[in-house]
């Protein structure tokens, strides 16, 4: 099959945001179903999430990217970012009953407004050793002369008291020289350090009072953690120099120290480039990282993003779990792969949907408290424009879920955990639950979990 793939900018009133199509030429081909995939090692089961139910109705132009976290007590944190009068704040919610009834919504950035609306990327939320509550996102400011005419940073705030309250944020690398910050991810390994990681762009103050790209500087994955429980992050530094712009970075940190960042990196220039995921390893708790390694020599030959990233998380006994959207020639989809010697090496992919054609699709996952490997996505087969040409701000998908045993096992429950359209779904685990939160078509913040 012959792909086009097209990217393109798109400016939506109220919201400033790149969107990029990834087209499929559809002449004479025969559309397959993404759902026609090897089902050699794949197990079908009932669903066991029960009816989703709304958390949050956001404005109509809003299109939240939620998130979740669950404590070790069973605690679940909702993290959702919600649009007033073109003022975006960022909200939490919480259930002590898994997920019967929440907690009324409390505000967590501390100045009004000081949040970006970017359904693209989710703000994260996680938790400190001793029961603080971590935030983190990006707030964005005009600057005309800058890429999409935005200069964004990143901005942290923690609770103490189980997020009744935060306290006053603070923004990361804030005293260093000027760079727009994207793509943002947090973790916090065994002894307290927070890490977090992104995507920079360099800036530089043209002399008018404005910001413009900074050539002189190569774009670079961004690293810094706090050794202080969040009191201050330290110098940053660089990762690697000409990361994917546009594809979302993720982190995974474990009780033994280890940090995981990943990303898409691009290898060559021109029509020719590739961009495939990659992992950098620290084994220090972030004072060295490795060199990043490929994930999978998938060769996905593409010229522009697809905001789509490869988050991770790590089991009880230090494997190192993944999954992630290629465009790769032949066989585009969703994967899942392992690393059994802490990032250096990672084991064959194995397909969770794939076809002849598979527009840029958001997976995550979560590892339970028995180590099985829980994973969601989108699927926008049939259910919008996405089935020959893709772009973020229009995707209409169902939500589904599948879970992976230590042995391999795949099991994929059949039928979506959506009743009706969402996209953008996030999933976590802990004291032996595991809950899913999605945008709705309507820009709702949707939530299920297993009873």
Known sequence: MNKIIIPAIIVIIAI?????????DMNNTKQVSVSEIDTSSILPMAMPFVNPIQIAQTSIDSQPAPNIAIDDSGKMFIIYPSTENRITNLYLKTSVDNGKTFSDSVRINSIDGN???DGRVAPTITFGNDGQVYALWANSTPEPNLFMGVYRTLIFAQSLDGGKSFLPSIEIAANELPSGKFFQNM???GDGNIHVAWLDSPAKNNGTGYLESDKSRPSTLKYSYSADGGKSFLPTKSLAENPCPCCNVQLAADAENNVYVSWRQVFGDGETQVRDMVVASSYDSGKTFSDPVKISDDNFNFHGCVHVGAPMDVDSKGNLHVVWYTGKEGAPGIYYATSSDKGQTFSQPIPILTSEWVPPLRVYLTIDDNDIAWITWEDATGHSTNDTI??????????YAAKITSDGTITKFDKPVTIEEGKSPAIASGNNLVSIVWTGDDNSVQFTTMP
Do not use: C, D, P, Q
């Open 187 to 189: 973790a916090v390994s």
């Open 16 to 24: 400033i945001s790149a969107t990029f199509a990834f087209t499929n």
């Open 115 to 117: 949040v970006v609306l």
């Open 390 to 399: 893709w772009r973020y701000g229009e995707t209409k998908a169902m939500i």
